[in-house]
Structures are given as C-alpha cells and as structure tokens.
C-alpha cells in the first residue's frame, strides 16, 4: 500500500518534471527532468525484483494495477512474449519508457510489432484513467504494417481492458482529412495499419490534426533516415526513446545524431542494455528530452 502510494507520488513528479520542463542554462531542470524519471523506474524496479531481462521470472513483480504496468503478452500459440522479443516490465528499459509515457499526453511507436511489449508498456501509461495535465486528451499511437500483428496488438491490449481502435493508413497522405478528424475527436489508442515508407504524408496528417507529439517511440528494422526529418519537422517531439541503438541498421545513430544538433536542444536522459534475446550480448536503449 505504501509502496504503491509512493509508486504514484513519483510518477507525478515525473510527469510534472516533464510537463513543465524547460531549458535553464545550468541544465537543473534538466538534472530534475532525469532524477525523476530514474527514481520512478527505481521505485518501480523495487517492485518488480530489480530485474533487468526480456525474460521476466514468474511471481517476481507486483501485480498489475494502475501504478504497475502488465506483464509482457503473446496470444501466438506455444510462443512466449519473450521468445518475439518483447520489451518488459521486467527490464530498466521497460520500466523508464512506461514512466516517462507516464508523464505526457501523446506519443507515437513505430512499429508495433506483435504489440505485447512497447506497444501494451505505453498504451497502459497512456490510457490510465485520470486525464492528462489540465484536462489535456492522452493519445497514444502505434503503427503496424501487418494486419494479423495489429489486431493482435488490439487483442492483448483490450485484454487488459484498454479499448484500442485499429485504422488502415490511407495513400498517399497516410489520413484522409476525415481520419484526422477522427483521430483528434477521439482521443485514446489507435493503431495505424500500414507501410509508413509508402504514407509519408501521416506526420503531417496526423500531427497536423493533434498539434504534435510529446514522446516518440523507435524501435524499426531499418535506420530510418528518410523518415525522421519528416516526423520531426511534423510532430516535434520532446521525447525520444530508442530501442536497439547498438544495432546497424537501426535507429541508434538517431541519439548521437540529436546531440550534436546546433544549440544542444536535446540530451540524453538515460541508457542502457538488457541481454538480448536472440544471440549472446546486448541491445542498447536511449532516452533522449528535448529543451523547450
Ligand atoms: C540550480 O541549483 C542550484 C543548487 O540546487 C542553485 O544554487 C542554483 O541557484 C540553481 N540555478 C537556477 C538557475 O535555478
Ligand atoms: C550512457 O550514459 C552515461 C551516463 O550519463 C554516459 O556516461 C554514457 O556515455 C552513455 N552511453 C552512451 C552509449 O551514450
């Protein structure tokens, strides 16, 4: 009881922290920005066995309730969540991107993938029950490519009671003015069905209609190069989480990338590793805040 009590208290701070987050130039907002989102993941890691693996031991976390999130899922016959290599709650990485979803009012994943790790950490910080700050609509949206993984994505999270709406991106804007609309009237779970690579007009759509994105998620089989700029100019996102930074290909170089923008305007909050879970040695993970 008091554990989660003080579960709560600090994830508020992390919101706050991150809502009313602004540049100084001794970086103390900064300094509290990154304390607050590690004494969340610290408080939540004391309920969950201090673990640091795709692979949670059974009975080793607290139960799920609105201050701890839900166990990595997979509906796939024989196939455990961690065996797809699902982010849990079980790791550092899990737990901080569920605290620092925690603490803002939208975000966007790319890509959903079968939907039981990032996708459920996020969509279960994003939908809880209380409004964002001030009253402000929470959306969370997540983009997927195959159909099957969307609706199973949809299955594991209305099986945690989060109502989630799956909508098939539309050539070549991504959102019709009338899906845009939708999107923002309806605030909640979306998950876009479809090839971002060939609806490079969603960023704009979508961040167009719901004023841009607090919190981008990243964790894509290519390195995006193409996209980023896109989503950037479109959504301006304060946050960024990338999962995978050590792998080619992949979206890593991203964090370095930001760092070394003109005017400093984003560092990095925190990083790690867990092991992975398909060869011997690691994959890293960044989480990068922006001044604004
Ligand atoms: C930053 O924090 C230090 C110590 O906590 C304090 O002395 C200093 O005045 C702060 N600076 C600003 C600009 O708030
Ligand atoms: C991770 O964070 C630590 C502490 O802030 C920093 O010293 C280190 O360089 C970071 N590692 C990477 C790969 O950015």
Redesign the pocket.
Known sequence: MVASRRVAACILMAGAAAADYRCSPVLNDTLRTRLSLRSCEHLLASRCGFQNTLVEAPGSCAATDSDMPPPATSFFPGTKASELGCIARSSTFGRALWCLARGVNTAMELFTGVGGGSTLLLAHALSAHRPGRRGAPRSFFTVERHLGNAYHAQNVLESVGIPAQVLSLARPGGLTSSMAALVKEQPGVWILHGDVFENLGVFEALCGAIGGLDLVMLDPPLDMRNVWPLLEAACKPKFLAVHN??LPGHAGWL??HLRRQPGNRWY?M???SHPSVWERGVR?W?LMGQCW
């Open positions: 930074a050590n964090p370095a990095e925190m990083n790690g890293s960044s």
